[in-house]
């Protein structure tokens, strides 16, 4: 499956940006979704987790701001991000793994998206 990010930006403190990634190739239904961001010299970090049942998770610090949702439909997956602070800059990936693998472990996922910078000043 191939990936596909979009809608990063600037954004000022307290603002809203809503990411997007469209898959091809395959159907989301078939895998469980997940969002990592990462700044330079860091390790990516896992942000958001959708599973195939639909439920959700989330790391400490976007719970509350940050929600990830997906339209089969559309072959999307969402992550709408509120309250955005100077912490949440950095560049966001989506990936896709298949069931069964722990969704906050960058190995568990087989695709990644190239990527879209999101920068909060």
């Known amino acids: 499956v191939q990936l596909v990010e979009s809608g990063g930006g600037s954004v000022q403190i307290g603002g809203s940006l809503r990411l997007s990634c469209v898959a091809s190739?395959?159907?989301?239904?078939?895998?469980?979704m997940g969002w990592f961001r990462q700044i330079p010299d860091k390790e990516r970090e896992a942000v958001a987790g959708i599973e195939s049942d639909g439920s959700t998770s989330y790391a400490n610090s976007v719970k509350g701001r940050f929600t990830i949702s997906q339209d089969n439909l559309k072959n999307t997956v969402y992550l709408h991000m509120n309250s955005l602070k100077v912490e949440d800059t950095a560049m966001y990936y989506c990936?896709?793994?298949?069931?069964?693998?722990?969704?906050?472990?960058?190995?568990?996922?087989?695709?990644w998206g190239q990527g879209t910078q999101v920068t909060v000043s």
């Open positions: 990936a896709a793994r298949p069931y069964g693998r722990v969704w906050t472990f960058s190995g568990s996922y087989d695709y």
């Open positions: 190739g395959d159907t989301i239904g078939r895998y469980c």
